[in-house]
Structures are given as C-alpha cells and as structure tokens.
C-alpha cells in the first residue's frame, strides 16, 4: 500500500474567473484586493480633505489680498489728496522768478526739490491708480495665491 501525504493548502481548485490556483493564494489575492480597496478610500479621502484645505487656504488668501488693495487704494487716495492740496497751495504763492536776484541759490535748489519730489509723486499715483483699476480675475487670483 502507498500512502500518500497531501497537504490541504496545496489541493487545487478550478476557479473559472481565475484558472487553477491554491487556496492560499486565493486567500492571499483576497487580502491583497481589500487592501487595496482601503488604500484606495484612504487616498481619496485624502485628497478630499486637502482639497477643501487648499479652497479654505485661498479664500483666506483671498480676503488678504482684497484688504491690501483696498488699504493701497485708501492710502493712494490719501496721496492724491495731499498732492491736489499741495499743488493748490503752490498755485496760490505768489510767482516767484527762480532767477530773481531776492532767493538765495540754497531756496532756488528747495523749490526745484519739490517740484520734482510733487513730479515723482503724480508719476507714481498715476501708475498705481492704473494698477488699481484692473481688477484681476478670479483665475488670476488663483494663480497669484497658488497653495
């Protein structure tokens, strides 16, 4: 008489989806596809949650940004302000010849400083309200607070 020794983990088994396989790696295929499902979940999850992160991250960047621009604006028409007022007031001083024998070389130089300083600040106003007027879109934003 023979007798043979079988090992149940290696019977085999016809699994038509499958071919021939042993039950342990059927078990082993079964462990390793749920895994796979919860890493699957796990990820998704994941990115979910920092997608909703990043849109909470933006919007707060967002909030930011339109608080600065209006800060600049108010501080750009603040300057305008002060600007009109000061070119009103050179308007209304009586006109000074900057050759007139009366003003020293020192006033002469003071008054050219400012006209200058008064030039530089209307060139600058008028580039910033420029800036100030195009509103950027919200695709711009995006792209300026990239998270």
Known sequence: RLKLK?????????????GLETKAEKVDLEAMMSTT???KET???NIMDGQRETEVK??????EYVKALQALRD???ASREENAALIAKLREAPVVDPNAAQM???EKREI????ELLHIHEVELKRIASTLNEVPTEGQMKHM???
């Open 104 to 106: 020293s070389s020192f």
């Open 37 to 39: 499902r919860h890493l």
């Open 75 to 77: 501080e750009c028409n």
């Open 112 to 115: 050219a400083k400012k006209l």
């Open 6 to 18: 079988v090992n149940p983990m290696a019977e085999m088994k016809f699994n038509t989806d499958m």
């Open 43 to 45: 990820l998704v999850s």
């Open 145 to 147: 607070f990239q998270v």
């Open 58 to 63: 933006l919007k707060d960047l967002e909030k």
